[in-house]
Nanobody, 126 residues
């Protein structure tokens, strides 16, 4: 059974930083694509960043490129999202996501995701 568990959300002021973590289990870690999405009430879920668990290649949405960094610890099956220079518009529920058996750096479309975490809230005040 695939499980994804996020941690690290919280409240910060604009310009601050947070680091989100996603621990995973239940699948062959090296064969997939891991990603972070975010969602605010009434809006569609938005892909933020993704990483190939095989090559560590990454992809970023334009809205976060240069401010957010996705990385992984293969030995511990954990994916991270470093959020720097946070803005109030980054406020959202952030979800860890996985597509297993998917050798690519890009999995930022919700339609290709096979498993979701429960989410962790990030709130940025001005």
């Amino acid at each position: 059974q695939v499980q994804l568990m996020e941690s690290g959300g919280g409240s910060v002021q604009a310009g601050g930083s947070l680091r989100l973590s996603c621990s995973s289990s239940g699948f062959t870690y090296s064969n997939g694509c891991m990603a972070w999405f975010r969602q605010t009430p009434g809006k569609e879920r938005e892909g933020v960043a993704s990483i190939s668990t095989d090559t560590s290649g990454t992809f970023y949405a334009a809205s976060v490129k240069g401010r957010f960094t996705i990385s992984q610890d293969k030995a511990n099956r954990t994916v991270y999202l470093q959020l720097n220079n946070l803005k109030p518009e980054d406020t959202a529920m952030y979800y860890c996501a996985a597509r297993v058996n998917y050798f690519t750096t890009y999995c930022l479309s919700p339609t290709v995701i096979s498993h979701w975490g429960q989410g962790t809230q990030v709130t940025v005040s001005s």
